[in-house]
C-alpha cells in the first residue's frame, strides 16, 4: 500500500504547478483522497478532498478557486492543479487515503515539496 | 488558522505518561469521529487513533484516544524516547461547507 506524490518544485508567484499522487497496492476506488499540506516549520493543514467517484469535492477557504482536485480511476492517481501560486503556499504537500469520509486518514505520502518565490 | 486548540508541548520522564487534549466545538468535534496523528521529526504524519479510540493495526496499547463533548484526548503511557515527536487531533468540520481541520499540533519531548 503505496502513496507517491510528484510534481514538486520552484514556482514565482503566480505562476501554476500540477501535483500527482500515485497510488498502488490497495482498491484505489474504494477510497477518499485529500491533499493536506505543511508549511515550513509549521502544523498540518488541509487542502483539498475527493470523493472515490468524485461526486463529493471541499476545497480549504485558504485555496479555494485557485486549486482543483481531480482523480482518475483508471489510473490510480489523484491530482491536484494548483494556479495563482502565492508565497503562503509554499509548503510540503501531502498525499492521505481517507475511509470513505470518515475522517480516518490511514495512508499518506511522503510528500512533495512546493516552493512559491520570487 | 486552526478551530481546534491543543496545548502547544508536554513532556515527562521515560516509562510515564501524557494526556494531550484537543479542544473543537459542536460543528466539528461534538459530532464527528476524531483522529491523532504522529509525525516524527522529518516525516510524514502516520494515523495512530482513529473513531475517537481505535488503534490500527501495529499501534501499541499504549496510545489511547478518548473523547467527550467537544473534547478529545490522547494519552500516552510507558513513555519512550521514540514518541517524541509532533502530535495532531483532526476531523471534520460541518459548519457552513464541510472542511477537514487539524490541531494545532502539541510537541512530545521525553526528558
Known amino acids: 500500500v503505496q502513496l507517491v506524490e510528484s510534481g514538486g518544485g520552484l514556482v514565482k508567484p503566480g505562476g501554476s504547478l500540477r501535483l500527482s499522487c500515485a497510488a498502488s497496492?490497495?482498491?484505489?476506488?474504494?477510497?477518499?483522497l485529500n491533499w493536506v499540506r505543511q508549511a515550513p516549520g509549521k502544523g498540518l493543514e488541509w487542502v483539498s478532498s475527493?470523493?472515490?467517484?468524485?461526486?463529493?469535492?471541499y476545497y480549504a477557504d485558504s485555496v479555494k478557486g485557485r486549486f482543483t482536485i481531480s482523480r482518475d480511476n483508471a489510473k490510480n492517481a489523484v491530482h491536484l492543479q494548483m494556479n495563482s501560486l502565492r508565497v503562503d503556499d509554499t509548503a510540503v504537500y501531502y498525499c492521505?487515503?481517507?475511509?470513505?469520509?470518515?475522517?480516518?486518514?490511514?495512508?499518506w505520502g511522503t510528500g512533495t515539496m512546493v516552493t512559491v518565490s520570487s | 488558522q486552526s478551530v481546534l486548540t491543543q496545548p502547544p508541548s508536554v513532556s515527562a520522564a521515560p516509562g510515564q505518561k501524557v494526556t494531550i487534549s484537543c479542544s473543537g466545538s459542536?460543528?466539528?468535534?461534538?459530532?464527528?469521529?476524531v483522529s491523532w496523528y504522529q509525525q516524527l521529526p522529518g516525516t510524514a504524519p502516520k494515523l495512530l487513533i482513529y473513531?475517537?479510540?481505535k488503534r490500527p493495526s501495529g499501534i501499541p496499547d499504549r496510545f489511547s484516544g478518548s473523547k467527550s463533548g467537544t473534547s478529545a484526548t490522547l494519552g500516552i503511557t510507558g513513555l519512550q524516547t521514540g514518541d517524541e515527536a509532533d502530535y495532531y487531533c483532526?476531523?471534520?468540520?460541518?459548519?457552513?461547507?464541510?472542511?477537514?481541520?487539524f490541531g494545532t499540533g502539541t510537541k512530545v519531548t521525553v526528558l
Open positions: 492521505a487515503r481517507e475511509v470513505g469520509g470518515s475522517g480516518r486518514m490511514d495512508v
Open positions: 497496492g490497495f482498491t484505489f476506488i474504494s477510497y477518499s
Open positions: 475527493i470523493s472515490s467517484s468524485s461526486s463529493y469535492i
Open positions: 459542536s460543528s466539528n468535534i461534538g459530532i464527528n469521529y
Open positions: 473513531d475517537n479510540n
Open positions: 483532526g476531523t471534520w468540520d460541518t459548519s457552513l461547507s464541510a472542511l477537514y481541520v
